[in-house]
């Protein structure tokens, strides 16, 4: 328990010292005028107050990442914790930063026209794909894991709740932001937190313990700690996912200083989330063994939250986990909308022009719906990772290019390119390649993207880009 305390402790600190450290760095000018006061549009672009803009953003990026891949993460044993802790402050977090703010100085820009202007013409146009597929796949995440939560919860069949969850979706996405997103997401995202807080309270009230961090592997089947954990542990660590969120709120916020407090913030908040349920399944279960035999994620969600918070709590819990997803699915396909309008230059302000790109985005993800979860998932999980690793690099690119402490995102983004490209080319959807050519492949590919980083910007020492 003693571990828990201090880890949650980490996080706070590290939102409290880190995140101010991030902020400087990257050289917050409270003064300048951000897109929301410059380009109001009525649709997307338009001024939220700080803490409705906070819940929004946490509620984009908390889908079933911090809860499923937690409860996933528990496996390994408390040292998940170190990973959702380090990995919060020192990656998901500066990087979350960095995805909103970058967008706030350009306009709003999503995530492939900001990974173009720092990393070139050719990872701007591999951008746009890769983050639209990745966007879908999201979606497709997000409708058929809470549609399986219902039909657990009510018995009406499945694909029932898809028809349901993807009208809502389509609404969602094509309408402004403050008709739908601006007025339940707060309300929602706030339930979100008191639902975690009270899973904690009743691990802590009910007796149980809380294992203490141990650099072991608990996992039941053995598997390695690396790179699995941290693919596993996304949302609740790092997310490229968030690089696509960031953007909506980048839209919305009026003063630069709320940058810290909405993306950095945010990502520290879900790291709290995931600790929460990674120290409920461990706690609860007595042992990774007797998680791993207790069901699904849902289940073990549904187990948890009944047992802890009584029938009428554990449903309103259930319901939490549930809403969660949805409202961040929904923002997926928003910006996806988003993306595909900034390649085109396809002006978003009548309702025909969204639904031009709205529509055949919801027939390609309705297809995807009948493909099994489990392949969706998997693939998802790598390409979520990848595309955190490139917008690392793509802050790293921004803070050399303006002589600033590049280090705060180039050491987490060769981490993660060690951790990505281990993965694809051990896991059984990759490349399936032995671990003892896998690991130290993956490790030098992390050590050698860093090397070649200082080479390339040791030639570009002259160049300087004001934004």
Known sequence: MVS?????????LGYAVYGKFVAKIFGVDENRDTPALTMQDGVDYMPLEWKRAFLIQFLNIAGLGPIFGAISGAYWGPVAFLWIVLGSIFAGATHDF???????????????????????????????????????????????????ILENITGIQRMTWVGIIIIYYLLATVLPIDKIIGKIYPVFGAALLIMGFGIILGIFFKGYTIPEIQLANFHPTGQAIFPYLFITIACGAISGFHATQSPIMARCITNEKMGRRIFYGSMIAEGIIALIWAAAAMAF?????????????????????ISLLGTVGGALAVLGVVACPITSGDTAFRSARLAIADAIHF?????????????PIFVIGIALCFIDFGIIWRYFAWSNQTLAMIMLWTGAAFLSRNK??????????????????????IAPEGLKLSSSFAYPAGIALGI????????????????????
């Open 4 to 12: 828990f305390l201090l880890s949650v402790l980490a996080l706070i």
């Open 98 to 148: 960095f995805a909103g703010m970058l967008s706030v100085r350009h306009n709003g820009e999503t995530v492939a026209e900001i990974v173009g202007r720092y990393l070139g013409t050719t990872a701007k146009n591999a951008m746009r794909i890769f983050s639209v597929v990745l966007l879908i796949l999201v979606g497709v995440v997000f409708v058929n894991g809470p549609a399986g």
């Open 285 to 305: 279960f007595g042992s990774t063994e007797n998680l791993s035999q207790a069901g699904t994620a849902a289940v073990v969600v549904s187990t948890i939250s």
């Open 347 to 359: 002006k978003q302000g009548a309702y025909r022009n969204r639904f031009v790109i709205a529509i």
């Open 404 to 425: 600033r402490f590049h280090y705060i995102c180039s050491i987490p983004a060769a981490f993660m390119t060690a951790v990505t490209t281990t993965y694809i080319m």
């Open 448 to 467: 050698l993207a860093f090397i070649w980083f200082l080479f390339k910007i040791s030639k570009d020492s002259q160049s300087k880009v004001q934004v």
